[in-house]
């Protein structure tokens, strides 16, 4: 594993969103949902991919809040332009989001 600075760590923006949009996606490699996530006034709506169809359904995912990358370059994944990285556990197709304990006002930014 390789090691990280704190200036390394400082670099990456991860931020406190709410799922506000949930559609399959037909066109990934991997079943995946494409998710629509509210980051606040600051950060407003992005948009983003993710492979969690084995762990949890459309309908239950709205208004659930999640932890994201938000400062990534913008990534094309199939006919999609993903703007954010979602993070979860992975235990081989499972993906267990990563999401605050209790209700976080969007776009607050994780240390």
Same mark, same amino acid.
């Not at 999609?80 to 979602?86: N, R, T, Y």
């Given at each position: 594993m390789n090691s990280l =600075?704190?200036?390394?760590? %400082?670099? $990456?923006?991860m931020r406190v969103g709410t799922l506000i949009e949930v559609?399959?996606?037909?066109? +990934?490699?991997?079943?995946s949902y494409i998710l629509t996530v509210d980051?606040? %006034? %600051?950060?407003?709506?992005? /948009?983003?991919?993710a492979q969690i169809t084995v762990l949890y359904?459309? &309908?239950?995912?709205?208004g659930k809040q999640v932890i +994201? $990358? $938000?400062?990534?370059? /913008?990534?094309?994944? +199939?006919n999609f332009m993903s703007e954010c990285l979602v993070l979860g556990v992975v235990n081989d197709? %499972? $993906?267990?989001?990563? =999401?605050? &304990?209790?209700?976080?006002k969007n776009g607050l930014r994780i240390l």
């Amino acid at each position: 594993m390789n090691s990280l =600075s704190w200036n390394d760590f %400082e670099k $990456v923006d991860m931020r406190v969103g709410t799922l506000i949009e949930v559609n399959d996606f037909p066109k +990934a490699r991997n079943p995946s949902y494409i998710l629509t996530v509210d980051f606040g %006034e %600051e950060l407003g709506i992005k /948009k983003t991919s993710a492979q969690i169809t084995v762990l949890y359904n459309k &309908e239950e995912l709205i208004g659930k809040q999640v932890i +994201a $990358v $938000v400062n990534f370059p /913008k990534k094309q994944i +199939a006919n999609f332009m993903s703007e954010c990285l979602v993070l979860g556990v992975v235990n081989d197709k %499972e $993906v267990c989001l990563i =999401s605050p &304990e209790s209700n976080s006002k969007n776009g607050l930014r994780i240390l």
